[in-house]
């Protein structure tokens, strides 16, 4: 039996927000597990409720949570550590670039 998969992108940019439930369903996601996401302070909409908008750089943060949960079987708690530590890193990563100090 063939079976085919459809991968669709989603492109934010500032000017353009998805409610709640659009934005789960670009995440793949249940619209109950970007609340969870809120809830824990991982991922913080643009506008609060009712009207929950949320754009690209929270897109991309949900699916960075989802494939750091299957890569390593994490918690949200887990994950909250990784997330914090991967973004200090990247903030280091640009003093760095900023510094002249770029590592190859």
Do not use: Y
Not at 66 to 82: G, H, I, K, P, W
């Amino acid at each position: 039996m063939n079976t085919t998969t459809v991968t669709l992108g989603v492109c934010l940019v500032d000017e353009h927000r998805l409610d709640l439930d659009a934005f789960a369903a670009a995440c793949g996601t249940p619209a109950d597990f970007v609340r969870l996401l809120v809830d824990e302070g991982l991922v913080q909409p643009a506008a609060e409720q009712p009207g929950w908008r949320f754009g690209g750089e929270e897109l991309a943060r949900v699916r960075r949570i989802r494939r750091l949960q299957q890569a390593f079987e994490a918690n949200l708690q887990s994950v909250a550590v990784m997330l914090d530590l991967l973004d200090e890193i990247e903030r280091l990563r640009a003093q760095l670039r900023r510094a002249g100090l770029d590592a190859p």
